[in-house]
């Protein structure tokens, strides 16, 4: 059996925190090139002193992530076989290398594998979906200063390899301010790409900036480009958003609702239009989107799922409005899962007991 050379790259800036672990789970492969863009701290001192990494600094003006990452790329060595883009926050569960090699053939040229994005504070993974950055050396480009994507260069043949678990440690109080310029950049680069005039609408609903969010968004749906369902789905759901925390309800209904029909496979639209009847205490409605919502099963594996649709989150929520809506026994079962899915939370173990002294007591009632 060919034993594939595998080589790890990464670009990093202020990672200190990070090298240590970050070596120790990538040096399966190998070879490992980091790019260093200009680090004030530790980060390139505590990448020297990790023997097998080759690393290199250059500061990048002005920034973008595909000059970075196409630079960090081009110092692969070129008898690499399989290339894996990763960041200084990752972790790849132990044997993914062996695995990769296992999985791997000369026919192909992308593999995709399984990617916790996120984690609750108790440590279980929330956003989950399949990421793509393991390919061939001389066959893909990075494009676009900001979620910048692997272009292939020729005809791909990507497998799954789903037993390659990779883990992101975020913290999520850093700083997004490049985000915003950056894709305002790309989307005036190229209009009619319909992946970053999403995230551009998505950005400004970050921002709050919502009538900028409505506009770009329905720029996206009215892309030739944009078939996806699912992320059209995903941004006809921010509108609803937007809408919602400019005031106006039936708008925000409305585009919920068309959420529903662009994607009715899709849990998160119910999820969201049931939230807002929560949100407005019209919790006959809320109840009937959220049990919608739970007989999708299937979670789709992209990055448009949500953890709260898939977590305690729906069955807490659910436990709520049954309460409210005098439906004491569903409450009961909803409020049993959602403690069986986070037992360690405070707030949801006194709701249980307040559910369960009430169930017992109209159980008696009936009885």
């Not at 990617?115 to 390919?135: A, E």
Request: glycine share 2%.
């Amino acid at each position: 059996m060919k034993k594939y050379k595998i080589t790890v790259y990464a670009i990093c800036k202020n990672e200190e925190k990070n090298v240590k672990e970050w070596y120790e789970s990538m040096k399966e492969a190998d070879e490992i090139v980091v790019l260093d863009t200009g680090s004030s701290d530790n980060t390139y001192k505590y990448l020297k002193e990790c023997k097998k990494i080759k690393v290199y600094q250059k500061i990048i003006k002005p920034w973008r992530f595909d000059v970075a990452r196409n630079l960090s790329l081009a110092y692969v060595s070129l008898d690499t076989d399989i290339c894996v883009c990763t960041d200084l926050d990752e972790r790849f569960n132990k044997g993914w290398a062996s695995k990769l090699r296992n999985s791997w053939n000369d026919d192909v040229t992308r593999g995709r594998y399984l990617y916790n994005w996120s984690f609750d504070k108790y440590g279980k993974p929330g956003t989950v979906f399949y990421l793509n950055k393991i390919h061939t050396r001389l066959d893909y480009t990075w494009k676009h200063p900001v979620h910048e994507v692997l272009y292939p260069l020729k005809k791909e043949k990507e497998i799954l390899i789903p037993d390659i678990v990779l883990n992101h440690y975020q913290e999520f109080n850093k700083v997004r301010s490049t985000y915003l310029p950056l894709l305002e950049l790309s989307v005036k680069e190229d209009p009619l790409d319909d992946r970053n005039m999403h995230y551009l609408g998505r950005e400004y609903m970050y921002y709050k900036e919502y009538d900028k969010a409505i506009d770009t968004l329905h720029k996206h749906l009215m892309l030739p480009r944009a078939t996806w369902k699912d992320e059209r789905c995903a941004s006809m759901r921010y509108m609803g958003y937007c809408y919602y925390n400019k005031g106006y309800l039936e708008e925000a209904i409305m585009w919920y609702k068309k959420a529903i029909i662009e994607a009715p496979y899709l849990r998160e639209p119910y999820f969201d239009l049931g939230y807002l009847y929560y949100s407005i205490k019209d919790y006959v409605n809320s109840e009937y989107y959220l049990k919608k919502a739970l007989k999708i099963k299937e979670r789709s594996y992209t990055y448009i799922n949500e953890e709260k649709a898939w977590n305690e989150t729906i069955y807490d929520l659910l436990a709520f409005v049954c309460f409210q809506n005098k439906k004491y026994s569903s409450s009961y079962k909803h409020i049993k899962i959602a403690i069986k899915l986070n037992n360690k939370d405070k707030r949801l173990n006194n709701n249980y007991e307040v559910i369960k002294k009430e169930y017992l007591e109209h159980k008696k009632r009936v009885n």
